[in-house]
């Protein structure tokens, strides 16, 4: 039972990454658009920050879980 856990719980991280990492892509777009205006790009790239750091932890989760439902 705890396998089939993991394995729905990698799953999740899984998909919580990549949109994480969707929306950082989204949001460096932003920041580098020279057309948006300063306050928008500059939220832009704290944003992007912050799903970075969403990403790697929700990867990281996901590769602990892959793991564990091996065993």
């Known amino acids: 039972m705890e396998t089939a856990k993991n394995a729905v719980n990698y799953v999740s991280e899984t998909v919580q990454g990549t949109g994480a990492e969707a929306s950082k892509e989204a949001n460096k777009g932003v920041a580098k658009d020279s057309d948006a205006s300063l306050s928008n790009r500059a939220t832009a790239a704290k944003d992007a920050m912050g799903d ?15 793991e564990a439902a091996k065993h």
Do not use: L, P
């Open 52 to 66: 970075k750091m969403d990403e790697t932890s929700h990867n990281s989760k996901a590769g602990v879980n892959k």
